[in-house]
Nanobody, 125 residues
Framework: QVHLMESGGGSVQPGGSLKLSCAVS????????MGWFRQIPGREREGVAC???????YYPESVEGRFTVTIDNARNTVYLQMDRLKPEDTAMYYC???????????????????WGQGTQVTVSG
């Protein structure tokens, strides 16, 4: 079973940037998409980005233009660059994999099957 581990979270002032990393333990030929999600206590887990093997990407309106997902296949690592951060971006961030292509309709918790433990991002100032 593939294992994922996020890192790079922390505290930052509004307007600042963070880059999250997600190390994937092994190549999975059935993994078509990588996704990033976030969750605050008492709220549903929200998808913020996905990237698939065909180069498709999707970002919801809440983060489009500020967040960018990239992948380094040589290192089996996926990144989430977050710029112009806002207090409402504060959450636990998770990476995940899915056997589905990346579209608005597939960026849901139920589509993604393998998850990391999360890394906390706090935006305040």
């Amino acid at each position: 079973q593939v294992h994922l581990m996020e890192s790079g979270g922390g505290s930052v002032q509004p307007g600042g940037s963070l880059k999250l990393s997600c190390a994937v333990s092994e190549y999975d030929h059935e993994r078509y998409s990588m996704g990033w999600f976030r969750q605050i206590p008492g709220r549903e887990r929200e998808g913020v980005a996905c990237f698939d093997n065909f180069g498709n990407t999707y970002y919801p309106e809440s983060v489009e233009g500020r967040f960018t997902v990239t992948i380094d296949n040589a290192r089996n690592t996926v990144y989430l660059q977050m710029d112009r951060l806002k207090p409402e971006d504060t959450a636990m961030y998770y990476c995940a994999t899915a056997k589905a292509l990346c579209y608005r309709e597939t960026l849901t918790r139920s589509t993604f099957t393998s998850w990391g433990q999360g890394t906390q991002v706090t935006v305040s100032g």
